[in-house]
């Protein structure tokens, strides 16, 4: 078992940010390698248009049955922080102890995260933290595209309601899916995206599940951290 890296402020010296991209208004989900296919009625996906708070946009996230996911589901996961909140963190699916409690990043990857936003000057309780996907995928399995097609509106309705000043994805699930790529994450990292009508600016790095098993990685995740922290205005 490797122990959690500790997130260094030794760590290498942030990389410059190059000019913004061009806006990112919806994620368009990608198909993933190798799933089997299936689709998703229209009439099947949540309309959320309406819905102005979070705890009401929570409520119709654990009434979901959009997908699959429902059936096999222990509890929803919906996300965790304040009503609005300078800094969003998008993650890919809930793992077996997030889908046992109902709350993302918990476990070793959650600590990390902590340890992490902390090395920031940031408390967890101060961040918002989702995920692509609200509910978890039998064994741990990536996403299917219809899943994430169907979860989209609560993440996209969660950034409207959320009004983060800057978004960091966790993993490539998650930046694909917001940046409706299909690049490597490796290729993902290292610049600012801006992303919807608002031009938030949208940072790529790795899942903090990855860096357990690569602790060697930390430094990259640093840089993309901060490269996210100083996009915050002021």
């Known amino acids: 078992v490797v122990d959690p890296p500790e997130v ?28 089997p296919s299936e689709t998703v009625a229209d009439s099947a996906i949540p309309d959320v248009a309406v819905i102005q708070t979070l705890a009401l946009l929570r409520r119709e996230v654990e009434q979901c049955t959009a997908c699959k996911l429902a059936e096999s589901r222990t509890r929803t996961v919906f996300g965790s922080g304040p009503e609005q909140s300078d800094w969003l963190f998008v993650g890919e699916a809930p793992g077996q102890q997030e889908d046992r409690q ?10 990390l995260l902590t340890q992490m936003l902390l090395a920031l000057g940031q408390q967890r309780e ?16 990536d996403p299917l595209p219809e ?6 509106p609560f993440l996209l309705k969660q950034i409207e309601l959320v009004k983060p000043e800057v978004m960091v994805a966790l993993g490539r699930i998650s930046a694909q899916a917001l940046l409706n790529s299909d ?15 608002d031009n938030i600016p949208l940072i790529v790095t790795y899942h903090p599940a990855y860096l357990l098993r690569n ?17 915050l205005p002021g």
Not at 9 to 28: F, G, H, Y
Not at 147 to 152: F, G, I, S, V, Y
């Open 8 to 35: 260094s402020l030794s760590a290498p010296a942030p990389v410059q940010s190059p000019p913004p991209q061009p806006e990112i208004t919806k994620a368009e989900v990608q198909p993933v390698p190798g799933a």
């Open 102 to 111: 109902g709350k993302p990043f918990v476990g070793r990857p959650g600590s």
């Open 126 to 141: 101060q961040v918002f933290i989702a995920n692509a996907l609200k509910c978890r995928p039998p064994g741990n399995r």
């Open 147 to 152: 899943e994430l097609r169907a979860c989209e």
């Open 183 to 197: 690049q490597s994450l490796a290729k993902l990292r290292g610049q600012v995206y801006r992303y919807g009508p």
């Open 215 to 231: 602790p060697a990685d930390k430094g990259k995740v640093w840089e993309d951290l901060l490269l996210a922290n100083r996009q």
